[in-house]
């Protein structure tokens, strides 16, 4: 089954500093793979993806995501956080069942990412 | 506002009631997707459309869920008797037929049952 895995509940980092948020996948076959954004009383919102061609996605906001294939990994970061980033953070992976399941995703539990000033 | 729309944002219902809930996608998106998130946990899968077809259906989609979509064009997802167990957030996306395929989620509506 297409999966995908964070293993933190919660990342804190402070203004100004990089931050990582981990995800890591387990499918079969070439994984399709996204990150979102949860706001509070907000939508969830597309941040990146990653289907193929160059292994360091970038996305909105200045996020961005390496593709890892050997470590089966896709870690959103950013090079700066700033405190407006606070947020929950889904990764998801597309479910490719078969054919008729279009691009309906299997999210991770998510992390909460917290930027302190 | 041409994003997701979905309606209402809330319903508290009682046990054993019927509720009905709407989403109405971006205009040219094709298809939609409907998922339930609860407290904790990231959105999980319960159905697909491709135009008016609903092509898939999660195994969380017991018999008391039915979705439509009548014309290709807003979705209704329905629950009958409701259970306490229901009680979530029901989110509706929807993406284009074609790349770049990413969906757009709509704000949810929130249900409770009692």
């Known amino acids: 089954a297409q999966s995908v895995a964070q293993p933190e509940d919660q990342v804190n980092v402070a203004e100004g500093n990089p931050l990582t948020v981990k995800c890591t996948y387990s499918?079969?076959?070439?994984?399709?793979l996204f990150w979102y954004v949860q706001y509070p009383n907000r939508g969830l919102q597309f941040l990146l993806k990653?289907?193929?061609?160059?292994?360091l996605v970038k996305g909105s906001y200045g996020f961005e995501a390496e593709f890892n294939k050997s470590q089966t990994s896709f870690h959103l970061k950013k090079p700066s956080a700033l405190v407006s980033d606070s947020a929950l953070y889904f990764c998801a992976v597309r479910l490719q069942r078969n054919s008729n399941s279009g691009y309906a995703l299997n999210f991770g539990k998510g992390t909460s990412l917290l930027v302190t000033p | 506002d041409t994003g997701v729309s979905q309606n209402p944002r809330h319903k508290i219902t009682k046990r054993g009631q019927n509720v009905t809930f709407r989403c109405d996608p971006i205009?040219?998106?094709?298809?939609l997707y409907w998922y339930r998130q609860t407290l904790g946990q990231g959105p999980e899968f319960l159905t697909y459309f491709q135009n008016e077809a609903q092509l898939e259906k999660s195994r969380l989609l017991s018999d008391r869920f039915s979705a439509e979509r009548p014309k290709g064009s807003f979705s209704t997802l329905e629950i009958q008797r409701t259970e306490q167990g229901d009680s979530a957030m029901y989110l509706c996306?929807?993406?284009?037929?074609?790349?770049?395929?990413?969906?757009?989620f709509g704000q949810g509506t929130r249900l409770t049952v009692v």
């Open positions: 990653y289907i193929t061609g160059d292994n």
């Open positions: 205009s040219e998106h094709n298809r």
């Open positions: 499918v079969s076959g070439n994984p399709y």
């Open positions: 996306a929807s993406s284009l037929g074609r790349p770049p395929n990413e969906a757009f």
